[in-house]
C-alpha cells in the first residue's frame, strides 16, 4: 500500500532560498558604526551591503550566522553577541529569485577586531556609520534602521553593551558608548544612579591616567550577560 509521501514530489512546488544577514555593530572612532561589504557581482554590482549569504543545507540558521560572522570578521563566536533580529520576505527583495532572509544583530568590541576582509563575492568591506550609511543593496537600509532600533531598546533593559566595550573601562567611557548608541546625551548623575541599582557592573583595583585625578576601572559582572528586567535603566 502506498504512503502520502509516496505521492510527494518536492518538484512540484515553488522553493525559495534562504539568507542569513548579519548587521555587525562596533564602537569605532566615538562612533556606532556597521561592517559593510561592497558587492562584487550582479545584483547591485558596486553598492554597499550588509554581510551575509545563503544558507547551507545541512547547517541551522545559527551556524551559518556564525560562519559568515567569522568569514566577514575574522570573530569567533566566542567573542560576540549574536542575536536573531527578525525575517525579511518581500516578494521583490531580491531580483535573482524569491528569498527570505533572517537577520541578525552582532556586536563586536573594537579590542576583539581583527583586519576586517571581503568574502570571494565581495569587492571590498569597511566600516560606516550605523545613522549615515551610504546606498545599500537589496532591503539593507531598512535592515539596518531595524538593527538600531533593536540595539536601543536592548540598551534600555539589559546589559548587553557590554560586548561593545574593551573588559575594562571608565564609567566615563560606559555613559559615552550609551550616549553614542542612543544618540543622546544622558545626565551623568542619573546615569551613575542608574547603573549603582542595575548592579552590572564592579569596581577593579585598577586606575586609567587622564592628565587630571586617576579614574577608577570597572567591568561588568559575570552574571551581567543576562537581562536586567527593569524599565528603562538606561537614560
Not at 558608548?177 to 545626565?187: G, K, N, P, Q, S
Request: charged fraction near 30%.
Amino acid at each position: 500500500m502506498n504512503s502520502p509521501a509516496d505521492a510527494y514530489n518536492p518538484a512540484d512546488y515553488d522553493r525559495p532560498s534562504v539568507t542569513v544577514d548579519i548587521v555587525i555593530f562596533s564602537l569605532l572612532d566615538a562612533q556606532l558604526k556597521a561592517l559593510l561589504i561592497k558587492r562584487k557581482l550582479w545584483p547591485y554590482e558596486g553598492y554597499w551591503a550588509i554581510p551575509g549569504g545563503f544558507v547551507e543545507m545541512t547547517e541551522s540558521l545559527e551556524d551559518a550566522a556564525y560562519r559568515e560572522l567569522k568569514e566577514e570578521t575574522n570573530v569567533d563566536r566566542a567573542d560576540v553577541y549574536l542575536e536573531q533580529l527578525r525575517t525579511f520576505g518581500k516578494p521583490d527583495r531580491d531580483p535573482r529569485t524569491r528569498v527570505i532572509t533572517v537577520a541578525y544583530v552582532a556586536l563586536v568590541g573594537a579590542d576583539k577586531l581583527q583586519n576586517p576582509r571581503a568574502g570571494d563575492d565581495a569587492a571590498d568591506v569597511g566600516w560606516f556609520s550605523a545613522y549615515k550609511p551610504p546606498r545599500l543593496a537589496f532591503d539593507h537600509h531598512h535592515i539596518l534602521k531595524h538593527a538600531v532600533t533593536r540595539l536601543r531598546y536592548k540598551l534600555e533593559y539589559s546589559a548587553v553593551g557590554f560586548q561593545l566595550l574593551p573588559e575594562l573601562f571608565t564609567l566615563r567611557e560606559l555613559q559615552q558608548a550609551y550616549e553614542i548608541v542612543l544618540d543622546e546625551t544622558l545626565d551623568k548623575g542619573n546615569f551613575r544612579s542608574k547603573l549603582r541599582k542595575s548592579k552590572v557592573v564592579e569596581a577593579v583595583k585598577l586606575y586609567r591616567q587622564t592628565g587630571g585625578r586617576p579614574a577608577r576601572l570597572y567591568r561588568f559582572k559575570d552574571d551581567a550577560v543576562a537581562e536586567v528586567k527593569a524599565r528603562r535603566l538606561f537614560p
